[in-house]
């Protein structure tokens, strides 16, 4: 059994990582892009395994969303949460950390 570290990572780089998979799963009739709101984006703590099942599963879940074909955009930023939304998630710390 393989044992799963979270690391801190750049998203960006996890998403440009797996972009030609994601190309080929969603097929030709759906256009995949990827939108970097921040050439600097912030390193995440994440499990990088956990994120690429995440990103597989929502392209596959667009694409059967889009029998027709579609567009299907990918942002990648940083974000600032607002202090109510910080209070009404107890789950969420600010700066990202748990």
């Known amino acids: ?3 799963l570290e979270p690391k801190l990572l750049s ?3 996890v998403v440009r990582d797996v972009e030609k998979l ?7 009739d759906v256009t995949l892009t990827h939108r970097v709101r921040v050439a600097t984006c912030g390193r995440c703590v994440l499990i990088r395994e956990q994120m690429v099942q995440v990103l597989l599963n929502l ?3 667009a694409r059967d969303a889009m029998p027709r074909g ?3 955009t ?3 930023g940083n974000v600032e949460l607002a202090e109510l939304y910080e209070q009404t998630q107890p789950e969420v710390t600010p700066g990202g950390t748990s």
Not at 22 to 28: H, N, P, Q, T
């Open 59 to 61: 392209a596959v879940n």
């Open 1 to 3: 059994m393989q044992v």
């Open 22 to 28: 994601l190309r080929r799963l969603i097929g030709e």
């Open 70 to 72: 579609g567009a299907l």
């Open 74 to 76: 990918i942002e990648t």
């Open 11 to 13: 998203l960006n780089t």
